[in-house]
């Protein structure tokens, strides 16, 4: 079975076309997901890479190309949302416990459309406990695990695994060793993934 | 007839794809296509734009990128080149006098070859004086045209207007007012400027 590593971070923008798009995508081309929540916030932070504050026009831009990525590939976006999230490190604390517990990759996709159609940001009410009882978890459960300090570790460990293979934003993809950033490389690295080298 | 305005600055490092690729990817389409030089770094500067500069891992990926991206659309390159080149306004000055009498494009293809083949920097010896010999132009001619005063104000006011219309970066496309950065977004420019929107 062909692999590929899914380096998802709640809190990108590009990250939603993604989200909505790599099931059928990985699918069509016979390739394995795995989802691995880290936190870009504090690897970007630490690489010095501010990719949009300061920078209107880039800013601008990247709502337009989003709306623009979303129609070509038949998904609908209110952009621009709430950005940047206040809860981005709670959002994707919940995603790991979720990605162990295996309703990960669904609660993700929950919490981004809730974000993309109706503004609601990840990782807070009403998002967060409507996107968890979505997909069939009690937040009472979820939310105190999610908060518990072995998880934060957890998901300190898995970014500076992330920093390690050389990750520097997200959404990014591993296929046999090979990384690819961007949404824009998706097709890349599945095709990669299945052993279509260019 | 459909048109787009290519906004190329020699320098950037993925305008290699893209100038390489344009010339087929339009005709194909239909497109006819205006080349506008600009000075991407004097307004990525202002913009505190500052893409891999103290950003090792991003850097290391964008070699291997574009050598991934270069395969697969057919083209050699041998990467990482000398980066970023310190000739870069000269190289666009010699674009702005290239690109008003016509032979613009050319040299701007010849220049990329020298680089990405050679690691021989745009806008300097040998590379400077034998693209232009390449395309049937004498260096004592031109290159006093280019490092004229007038030649700079042209290329700051063109810089300005790429400012104006949200440019931030190389390369650039404008269809129908619609602004595309990147080679990997030359496909969805062209499809605009065709008239084929998502």
């Known amino acids: 079975m062909h692999k590929i590593d899914f380096w998802v971070s ?4 590009y990250s939603f076309l993604t989200v909505m798009r790599i099931g059928r995508e990985a699918a069509a081309r016979g390739v394995s997901v795995t989802w691995r929540p880290f936190n870009v916030r504090k690897l970007m932070m630490a690489q010095q890479n501010v990719p949009f504050a300061g920078k209107p026009a880039k800013l601008a831009y990247m709502w337009r190309d989003v709306a623009r990525r979303a129609a070509r590939h038949g998904l609908s976006a209110q952009v621009p949302v709430e950005y940047p999230i206040p809860e981005l490190e709670k959002a994707n604390l919940v995603a790991t416990i979720g990605c162990d517990e295996g309703w990960g990759p669904d609660y993700i996709a929950e919490t981004y459309r809730r974000w993309f159609h109706d503004n609601q940001p990840p990782g807070q009410a009403p998002n967060l ?9 009690d937040p009472d459960r979820v939310v105190p695990l999610a908060e518990a300090p072995a998880t ?3 998901l300190n460990m898995v970014t500076a695994e992330a920093e390690a293979l050389g990750l520097f934003g997200a959404p990014s ?10 949404d824009d490389r998706l097709e890349d690295a599945l095709d990669w993934a299945a052993g279509a080298r260019a």
Do not use: C, M, Y
């Not at 993809?173 to 961007?182: C, I, N, R, S």
């Open 10 to 13: 709640i809190g990108s923008t």
């Open 173 to 182: 993809f591993v296929a046999d060793g090979e990384l690819f950033w961007g």
């Open 129 to 137: 406990t409507d996107s968890l009882i979505a997909v069939g978890q």
């Open 152 to 154: 934060r570790r957890v």
